[in-house]
């Protein structure tokens, strides 16, 4: 059992020790009926294959309905990013490309046909 541990335990610092920081940012709109939608809860998480994702940014969108995120990582394989809209839990995958690099800038997200009830924490 301490074998097992100490095998763990090694993965656990060389996957620490070679980890990269890696950034990413996006911004966007949310809207209904092409009119802004404010205090909309918007989240910036990353996938996680053996824990549960990890929320990077979040937010609640402006008066004009706009939102902007930037959140960081540090992981030892490239991070899998997305947006999530805590309306209907809408995920938004964001492309690889981002990932240390510019802006990825979203068409408005728009909630028509949607009743408004926020579900996310």
Not at 58 to 72: I, V
């Amino acid at each position: 059992m301490r074998f097992i541990f100490g095998i763990l335990l090694f993965i656990a610092l060389i996957a620490a020790i070679f980890a990269n920081e890696q950034t990413v940012k996006v911004k966007g709109q949310v809207i209904c009926n092409k009119i802004p939608v404010r205090n909309v809860l918007v989240q910036l998480r990353e996938t996680d294959t053996f824990d549960p994702d990890d929320t990077l940014a979040y937010q609640r969108t402006d008066k004009d309905g706009n939102f902007r995120l930037t959140g960081t990582e540090n992981e030892f394989t490239p991070i899998r990013p997305y947006l999530r809209k805590c309306h209907r839990l809408t995920d938004i995958p964001i492309p690889k490309k981002f990932i240390n690099n510019d802006e990825y800038v979203l068409d408005p997200l728009n909630l028509n046909g949607y009743e408004y009830t926020e579900i996310c924490n």
